[in-house]
């Protein structure tokens, strides 16, 4: 029982994103624990520790994240604005790139065939 609920929890946003709620989303595919901050336009902000193998969409229309901090846990940070990713930050994302992959040689761009 445990086990679907878990499967259903990831399902679900997977669901959403596909049919049109798109959030952008970041992967850990490291084999520790990462830090992703997100600052949202009203400047409210919201932290959380993303474990590996685990996948976080960020914000809820029509609140999306203008700026998104990751953080290895070798202290390494990686920090994106719509300066350097526009596509992503202060609305839905639109186009084949939806968000990050954080790996041990850092964090390239998550396709939606990535979530998959």
């Known amino acids: 029982m445990q086990r679907s609920i878990i499967a259903l929890r990831l399902l679900f946003p997977l669901v959403g994103f596909v049919c049109g709620n798109r959030r952008p989303a970041i992967l850990n595919t490291t084999d520790s624990s990462i830090e992703v901050r997100a ?3 009203d400047g409210s902000s919201s932290t959380a520790h ?3 193998g685990m996948r976080l969409f960020l914000g ?6 203008c700026e998104v901090k990751i953080t290895l846990s070798t202290g390494q940070q ?3 604005s719509s300066a350097n990713a526009p596509e992503l930050l202060g609305a839905p994302p ?4 939806v968000g990050w992959k954080v790996s041990t040689s850092g964090v390239t761009p998550l396709t939606e065939q990535d979530l998959r």
């Open 39 to 41: 600052v949202y336009s």
């Open 50 to 52: 993303l474990e590996p």
């Open 60 to 65: 809820d229309p029509p609140r999306y994240p």
């Open 78 to 80: 990686f920090s994106y």
């Open 94 to 97: 639109n186009g084949s790139t």
